[in-house]
Nanobody
Framework: QVQLVESGGGLVQAGGSLRLSCAASGRTFSNYAMGWFRQAPGKEREFVAAISWAGGSTYLTYLADSVKGRFTISRDNPKNTVYLQMNSLKPDDTAVYYC????????????????WGQGTQVTVSS
């Protein structure tokens, strides 16, 4: 089992920045692909960003078009933590943000990953 706990959400003005953290416990974190999703009120959950597991010399990252150039995903394996740096925030970014993890990068991206956190609220005021 893997437990995921998000933190770092809050209220920020448009144009501001936040960094979300997702702390993992349980099995070997470095073996898991990790990602972020979000769900706004009345909308379906949507993919935001994903990062591959720690194998190889570089990580594979993938971001939704809506956040490219503004958000960055990274991970710190010794700290068992994945981050989502969010810059130039817009009111449309307001949502509950969820951390997800699984062995396969594909399942993290398509939202069928095995492990999910409880979410952290991000609110961007105009």
């Amino acid at each position: 089992q893997v437990q995921l706990v998000e933190s770092g959400g809050g209220l920020v003005q448009a144009g501001g920045s936040l960094r979300l953290s997702c702390a993992a416990s349980g099995r070997t974190f470095s073996n898991y692909a990790m990602g972020w999703f979000r769900q706004a009120p009345g909308k379906e959950r949507e993919f935001v960003a994903a990062i591959s597991w720690a194998g190889g010399s570089t990580y594979l990252t993938y971001l939704a078009d809506s956040v490219k150039g503004r958000f960055t995903i990274s991970r710190d394996n010794p700290k068992n933590t994945v981050y989502l740096q969010m810059n130039s925030l817009k009111p449309d970014d307001t949502a509950v943000y969820y951390c997800a993890g699984d062995f396969q990068f594909r399942t993290v991206v398509d939202g069928t990953g095995a492990y999910w956190g409880q979410g952290t609220q991000v609110t961007v005021s105009s």
